[in-house]
């Protein structure tokens, strides 16, 4: 090992992990870090990097790859994982390892490391990632096989070789946090009987706490894309960013699930994701109007596939790359307006409407308006029927 580069977060786990592949490999160690939507300190970041002994530091601001082309896709899909979850962490992985694999061609780096646990998802999504973009680099994972079993042991590391850094983590959860949504585990969340505390809330307001009136927003999709809100045209990071606010004070987007992990676990899990939980509602509500009704049925069936590709780490698959080809067919024509009602914990849709709608008031209508052919439909439940009626036909044959 030459060059290692290290997805750096800034954390305990990751700060110390930059000396201790520099002693195990006598190797140079290449620090990126990644932003994701939410603000941080660059120059506190490359510091406390080079302190820890990073030879070179990387910074990419990738929100707008993050949300137009990880988020909005699993959106336009429509992905979900065991029906609730929406995927941030999982999707946020796929971006960070192809920029670390694209970062080890830049610096020559034959290897790539990350300062995810042997218990988790993310482990998985990071090393399935690397090897479908680039098999020769080795995948590092010192969480996994060394030493240090404890926060306290990775401090006392530290110390021993001179550095001092305030151990800003260490918190109650394990929090990981990006624009699209905050995954929050451990701690008391660990017994999936105990209600989360209040101290679980990061960007949704408890519901007992939220505004007694209700607010009403509209969004505007094209081709399947949030384009914009209150008929404000946006990019899709502002728009998302705004939207959590919006959303996140009326107690939206909270999830508590207890989920299947892909190595067998069984966790509890909170999320918070505001933004995401209307946009996928308010996507919906135009899909009811514009899709035809098989492509809505099968759009639904391979939507669950995409979402356990996402979970399972493989984004860059080719069944995950077919299924988006498909959704993204079926998204040329979700172009249109949905309002939604948010109140108390709830995205309520209230009205959509589509310059592609499909939907035919003279032909749902009960008024005289109504064109719809009553006779024929006599004969389509004559056949229709049919089977039932010969199979069974109203005789008691027992
Ligand atoms: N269980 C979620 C997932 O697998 C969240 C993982 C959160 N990661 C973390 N480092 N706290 O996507």
């Not at 490391?113 to 590092?140: I, W, Y």
């Not at 918070?272 to 899909?287: G, K, N």
């Not at 009960?366 to 089977?387: M, N, R």
Request: charged content about 30%.
């Amino acid at each position: 090992m030459e060059k290692i580069v290290l997805a750096y977060s800034g954390g305990l786990d990751t700060t110390c992990i930059i000396p201790w592949l520099k002693e195990k490999y006598g190797a140079r160690v290449v620090a990126f870090c990644a932003l994701l939507g939410e603000s941080e300190d660059t120059e506190a970041l490359r510091e406390r990097a080079r302190k820890a002994g990073a030879d070179e530091f990387y910074f990419r601001d990738l929100t707008g790859e993050f949300i137009n082309d990880y988020a909005f896709p699993a959106l336009r899909a429509g992905a979900v994982y065991e029906d609730s979850y929406l995927l941030a962490t999982a999707l946020a992985r796929p971006l960070i390892a192809s920029w670390q694999v694209r970062i080890a061609g830049e610096t020559g780096a034959d290897a790539v490391a990350h300062g995810c646990t042997g218990k988790g998802n993310d482990q998985v999504r990071f090393e399935v990632t690397t090897g479908a973009l680039d098999s020769s680099l080795k995948v590092l994972a010192p969480l996994r096989n060394w030493e240090l079993t404890s926060r306290e042991e990775e401090l006392e590391y530290l110390r021993e070789r001179g550095l001092s850094i305030d151990d800003r983590g260490g918190g109650k959860y394990s929090i990981d946090r990006n624009l699209w949504g905050i995954s929050v585990e451990c701690g008391e969340l660990e017994d999936p009987w105990r209600e989360p505390p209040r101290d679980s809330y990061i960007i949704v307001t408890p519901v007992e706490e939220t505004p007694d009136e209700p607010q009403e927003v509209t969004l505007l999709f094209r081709n399947g894309n949030p384009a914009a809100l209150d008929g404000e045209e946006l990019e899709g990071p502002e728009l998302v960013r705004r939207l959590n606010t919006i959303a996140g004070a009326h107690g939206v987007g909270r999830v508590d699930m207890v989920e299947n992990r892909v190595v067998g676990i069984k966790s509890r899990e909170v999320y918070e994701s505001p933004a995401a939980t209307v946009l996928f509602s308010a996507l919906r509500a135009l899909e009811s109007i514009v899709l035809e009704k098989e492509l809505v049925l099968n759009k639904r069936k391979l939507a669950i596939e995409y979402g356990r590709l996402v979970y399972e780490g493989k984004w860059f698959s080719p069944l995950r790359e077919a299924i988006q080809n498909f959704s993204d067919t079926s998204a040329e024509r979700l172009t249109g307006e949905v309002r939604v009602k948010l109140f108390k914990g709830r995205a309520v849709v209230t009205g959509r409407r589509s310059p592609r709608s499909a939907y035919v008031e003279e032909l749902a209508t009960y008024t005289e308006k109504d064109v719809f052919s009553h006779d024929a439909a006599e004969g389509f439940i004559e056949l229709w029927g049919l089977p039932l009626r010969t199979w069974g036909g109203g005789k008691d044959d027992s």
